[in-house]
Each structure stands twice: as structure tokens, then as C-alpha cells.
């Protein structure tokens, strides 16, 4: 047992100090300060005091004495059920009490604008802009069943994409005639059903060229290897190729599409993926801004900000059967690297803090149980998407075949576990089965919505970490304030609920059996990103968790010239399974290494750098373009798994290489970076390069 100690130690007494009435005399006192600027939260003494004694209105001018705040990191645990512990799920009406006291935060739910989520959620509908029968075509009623049923299409998803031709209450009535004419719809019936009744996709959007793109930035001009150059130029002109505008036909007829509306044009990962996606657009926007593509960026959050006003959250995809699901909350961190570029203040408050703090909300309303553990109350997000007690729209066919031989109740409650790990965007792992080693694949076991993640308390805590400072620059000093409680005891809770000393990572934990899930996956270190063994208040690392870590990567597989594999599970037959290297978990990973306080992390990122940047440009050579994912064992990098064939574009992958070239060759790191073996085998060329430099000089 480890205690790390967060807070203050040996304050001195204070002298006399002013009293402050209200919020409006505290502000000018801090400004005159100059806690105001830059990042007042983790300077200012005077917050750290009345953060301690949250609601009062005394401040010290000089430093008084406050007792400091300790944890315990948790010792090693199994999967063994351990009923001395108590576990419990926190519905939802209870949040305004337990928020009142957990997290003594002012922000009111009942700004929350989730009355169109909570109408779908009822309907099967969208409230605001779709007529009721829509569902009955796409979402759910009598021709769904039909169209898969006879295996109308290869893909599910091709179905639910399409645009109607006519009013849906139309499409219906022609339907339901049809089914009276004949004892029993053939596929010649239906076929000639849909092409009476419905468009291609292709309909929807426009292939939209951003405004800011330009064919050779800056990025481009520092890479001095023909190789990396022309790899780097195919990324580029994917932005161009990937970048979509919704036609005005979606708000003049929005009851014929399942297409959202948006106003500002966004970047689709690609393949079958032809609308926007939620956390797939965190790795495109910082792809854009190392473009220099800042507006495009731009208009990729301000169209998340308008579903946020519309829906009070952000589904998963761009179409309104995604309306029952989220994705990992990565807008307040996108936000985050816009602002820093830009530091748009004006627009930070008027329009994006107001919306982050509604998502927050939905998080903390929807998405939040409540752990009893060793006699004391955690506070925790969970994926749990809304029971519809329907398939997936996108795939029916294949969840009607997963509970074949279900009861009701039970098909009900495995629509909502896959639903719930779609929102994890790790669709399918067996991470979120009960016992991953022995997982068949089967997604009739998961058990998703009875999983703490890592990673969602890690994105939640980084969250409040960036309201909190966003709070205060606007001078919502209370909000701020609370922000930073929360995140404190966020912290705390992960530290003492998750992390696991023997094994040095954090691990999900399973509410079932009241016990951590000691197996690995890359999202047990995700901690380590958003800093969470950083005192909130100092500022100062606790380096012994950043080198229990890189002792945990290694013991796992990940070492020299490798990339970050999914999990040691190969038989479940899934794509977040396996070997599979995934963009978006490199990307934290070799983040967070590069980022660290040790000399053993950051040769560890540097390693992993290498050896993924080496899969991605070896697919790039055989296939001239860019994958999904990869599996580094095949030919190329193809990876066959899930329930989807692979897919190529890609704009999560594209963000991911881009990040990695400029490590290499536009940041403080790039020198050392380029001092590593495999520099000269991906950049021949550029090696080359040096030499001839080199004997020019000695000549």
C-alpha cells in the first residue's frame, strides 16, 4: 500500500484579510493579482485555499494552514468476487443529491436541453425535426425485418442510409399494400420496392473542397525524404477527397434522410462510413491543424455544438438511428487543442463553454453509477446506451442473429450491451466480456454496461481538468472551482478503485463482481495521458506510476520496433481483439510516452513511433493508401475482423501519421528522434541525404 499525497503541507497562519461578499468582489481582487492569467487554477494560492473552503467568502492574503488530502493507490486484486465489498448503480434521479455533495458544483441540470433524447428515447424518433413514421422505416417497424430478412443487402448499414423519394407516411402506405397483395414478399417484390421508394446515399452530401486547404503546408516543407514526402502529400490530399457539405435537400425535406443536418462541412473517416463520427473527428482535427487547416477544424466542432443545442449530447455518427449512443467525450479535448492555437476567446465563451458543459452534464446525468467500495462512495462514468429493445438499425440482421433463441427480456438487455460497447467505440473487444481469455466472440456475453472503463474516467477527468480552467478565464469563479473538486476527486477514486500496484496500471473494474479486470489492454495506461499522476494543485508528477507503467508495457509485449496491440486475445474473431494496431490507441500511447518525466518512457514512445509509423507506410507502399487498422502479422497490414470488411480513407489514421511526422520532423525532439535505427530504414533517402552533407563538409 502506496499513499500519495495531493494538496498542501505546513501553511502558515495568515495575517488579516478582506471579506468578500460575492462573486463580483472576488474577481477584481484575483485580476488585480493577475490570477486571471494564463492558467489561474493551478498558480493561484488564493483558489487552492477557497477551493478548501468551497463556498465561503473569507480570503487570506498570505497562506493559511490547510491539512493536505491523501489517498491510497489500491493494492493488486482478482477477479475473484469479493462480497465484503459493497457495489451499487446510481439511477439517475438521484444525481442532483449526490452532486450537491460530491462534487458541490452550481451547474443546473435542468439546462440539460435532453428533451428531444429523451423523445427518441421513448419513440424511436428524433422530436425535433423528423416526422413520426421516419422510425417506423429506418429505426424500427415492419420493413426492416423484411429487408434483412431476405438479405436485400450485404451490408445492413447500406439500407439506413438511403434517402427516400417521397414522404416516409407514403413509403409506409406503399409498403403496408404491398404486404396485403401476397401471402409471402419476395426478394423481386422488395427490390422493386425500393427502387420505387428510395435513393442511393450518395444524394446526401457534396464532395466539398476546404476553403483553408492547400495542396503543400508547412508540414510538408520539413520533411526532407522523398519517401516521407510522398506519403505526407497522399495524407494531405485525403482531406480534400474526405471533406463533405450537407445538400440543402436535408432541411427542406428532413424526414426522407437519416443524415443529420449540419451546417459546416466535416471530414468522414471513409469506406462505408460516409457521415461524421464522434471520436474519429478528435484525430482529423489535430491532423487539420498540423495542416494549418484551422477553419476546417473550426467548422468540425462548432457542427458537434449544434448537435449538442439540438439533441443535448453527441450521438455516435452523423445519422439519427445513432440517436440512442454516444462515443468517448472528446469534444471539451478538441476544444482544447483549438483554443490553444487560436486562443479565440470570444467564441470559447459564447458558444463552445456553454455547450461543453451541457455534454458534462449528459455524462454525469445519463452515463454515471456509484461504487461503494471499502465503506466509501466513488463517483464513476459507464458506457450505457439507452434501451431501445431494438437492433441496431445499422445492423439488424446481424443482432437478430446474435439473439436467435433469446427470450425478450433478454434479446432487450444484449441490444443494450452491444449498443453500450458501440459507444465505447471498442466495437467488438473482449474486453467487454465477463471472462475475456475464454470470450468466443459471442456478442450475446458482453457485459459493458457492468464495466467502469479506464479510458471514459480518464476523458472525464481531463474534462473537468479543462472546464475547470476554461471556468476561470471567463471568471465563473464557483464553476471553476467545482471543476476542479470534481476532477480531485475523480482522481482520488481512479487512484484508489483502479489502480493495481503489483501490475502498475490501472484496471477496468467490473461492478458485478466488485473486483478490477487484471487483463490488458492498451486503455489500462490511459491515465498516464490526461495526467492523472500530476497533484492538481502542485502541478508535480508522481514519476513512480509513469515507470510502473512503462514496466507494464513491456511485460505486455510493447518494446522496441513494435506498435500497440489490442489485446492478447486472438481467437474472439473481432477487430478490437488481438494484434490489431488501432490509430486511435497509438496515438494516446506514444503521447503519453513522449510526454513523460523519465528517460524509460520517452525511449519507449520513441520505439513506438517507429514501429508504428513503419506498419502504416508499409501499407501505404502495397495498397497507396491508408487503412482503418492494421494487422502487422499480414501482408500489407490488412485486417480481416468484426463484424465489417475493412475500410480505407482514413481519417483517424491520417490525423495519427500526421502527428507522428511532426514529431519527427518538426518539433524539439525531431534531432533525437532521427538518431534512432529505424529513422534510416524508413527515410533512406533522407539518410542519403545527411551523408552527402557530411562529406561535402569534410571536403
Known sequence: MRTHNLGYRGWTSC????????????????????????????????????????GGRDMPTARRRISHVSFSRASSMTTTPNLSRRVSISSNEDFDEDTSEHYATELCLEDVAHESYVAYMATGLENKTLASSTGAIFNKGPILPVIHGLRMFADSKTFVDMQLTKH?????????????????????????????????????????????????????????????????????????NLCRKVKPEIADFPERFTLMDVKHPFIIPGGRFREFYYWDSFWINRGLLICDMVQSAKDIINN?????????????????????????????????????RTRHMKWLRKYALPALEQEYLFWMKHRRCIVLYDGEKHYFNRYNAAVVNEPRPE????????????????????????????????????????????????????TTSSIIPVDLNAFMFKI??????????????????????????????????????KHGCWFDFDIRLGCQREFYFPSNVFPLWVNLHQDIFTKEFDVSYEKAVVKYLRANGVC??????????????????????????????????MNGQTEEARELGRDIIFGFLRIMMHGFDVHKCML???????EGGLAQAGEYTLQIGFGWTN????????????????????????????????????????SISQE
Open 560 to 593: 522496441s520496433s513494435t506498435a500497440v496491440h489490442t489485446s492478447h486475445y486472438e481467437e474472439t474473431g473481432q477487430q478490437w481483439d488481438g494484434p490489431i494496431v488501432w490509430p486511435p490507441l497509438n496515438s494516446i500511447v506514444i503521447e503519453m510516452l
Open 628 to 634: 482503418e487498422k492494421y494487422n502487422p502479422r499480414a
Open 304 to 340: 458537434y455544438i449544434h448537435l449538442i443545442k439540438n439533441y443535448g449530447f453527441i450521438p455516435n455518427g452523423g445519422r439519427i438511428y445513432y440517436l440512442t449512443r454516444s462515443q468517448p467525450p472528446l469534444l471539451t479535448l478538441m476544444v482544447d487543442d483549438y483554443f490553444q
Open 168 to 240: 416516409p407516411d407514403d413509403v409506409l402506405t406503399a409498403y403496408l399494400e404491398l404486404a396485403a397483395s401476397t401471402n409471402m414478399l419476395t426478394p423481386d417484390d422488395m427490390e422493386q420496392f425500393i427502387r420505387d421508394n428510395f435513393k442511393d446515399c450518395e444524394n446526401e452530401m457534396v464532395l466539398h473542397i476546404p476553403e483553408d486547404w492547400n495542396h503543400f503546408p508547412d508540414i510538408l516543407n520539413t520533411i526532407g525524404s522523398e519517401r516521407g514526402l510522398s506519403f505526407a502529400e497522399h495524407i494531405v490530399h485525403q482531406w480534400r
Open 464 to 501: 473537468e481538468i479543462i472546464l475547470s480552467k476554461y471556468y476561470a478565464f471567463v471568471g465563473k469563479l464557483d464553476k471553476s472551482l467545482s471543476m476542479l473538486k470534481a476532477a480531485s476527486k475523480r482522481q482520488e477514486s481512479m487512484n484508489k478503485v483502479m489502480w493495481n500496484e
Open 655 to 694: 490525423g495519427a501519421a500526421l502527428q507522428l511526422l511532426s514529431m519527427i520532423f518538426d518539433s524539439e525532439d525531431s534531432e533525437w528522434l532521427q538518431e534512432h535505427p529505424m529513422f534510416s530504414e524508413l527515410f533512406p533517402d533522407m539518410e542519403r541525404s545527411i551523408e552527402t552533407d557530411q
Open 395 to 446: 445492423s439488424y440482421r446481424e443482432d437478430v442473429e446474435t439473439t436467435s433463441g433469446a427470450t425478450r427480456e433478454e434479446a432487450a438487455q444484449i441490444y443494450c450491451e452491444v449498443a453500450s460497447a458501440c459507444e465505447s467505440g471498442w466495437d467488438f473487444s473482449s474486453r467487454w466480456a465477463g471472462d475475456p481469455p475464454t470470450w468466443d466472440g459471442n456478442l450475446a456475453t458482453l
Open 15 to 54: 495575517k488579516a484579510h478582506p471579506k468578500f461578499n460575492s462573486l463580483q468582489d472576488l474577481t477584481p481582487f484575483l485580476i488585480k493579482h493577475g490570477y486571471l492569467l494564463d492558467d489561474p487554477i493551478f498558480k493561484s494560492d488564493i483558489l487552492k485555499t477557497w477551493l478548501h473552503e468551497h
